[in-house]
């Protein structure tokens, strides 16, 4: 696949190796993304480190939505190509997010360490 279309590879750091990918979305898989994406917007929440539950904290300003690869060909699309572009597989992967940061969204450094289901709170 890579040989007939190959990736667009910027190399940005030699030590360590650090590339960056251009246009390894097209334009019709940005937009089925956007519109699978945005009637399934949600508040951005965060895991309280002491009692496992989700909550909105005020430092993550963003609406969030979670797409599966099996719900259209662009997404097995998007998730084939990311398997090729680093060599990992997606097998294990959540699943897709996409952000909605708004005017005035911002990101800032938080904790992913586990979902809910795996740390035994329940």
Excluded: C
Aim: glycine share 6%.
């Amino acid at each position: 696949m890579l040989i007939l279309g190959p990736l667009k590879e910027e190399e940005a750091y030699l030590d360590p190796k650090i590339v960056i990918y251009h246009d390894v979305l097209y334009d019709n898989e940005i937009e089925t993304l956007k519109k699978m994406a945005a009637p399934r917007f949600k508040r951005a929440t965060v895991q309280n480190s002491v009692t496992g539950q989700l909550e909105i904290a005020n430092y993550r300003i963003s609406k969030s939505s979670w797409l599966e690869e099996s719900e259209h060909d662009h997404l097995a699309h998007v998730g084939r190509r990311t398997e090729l572009m680093t060599g990992l597989t997606i097998k294990t992967a959540e699943s897709l997010q996409v952000v909605n940061y708004g005017i005035g969204g911002h990101y800032e450094p938080h904790f992913d360490f586990a979902r809910v289901s795996e740390l035994g709170f329940l």
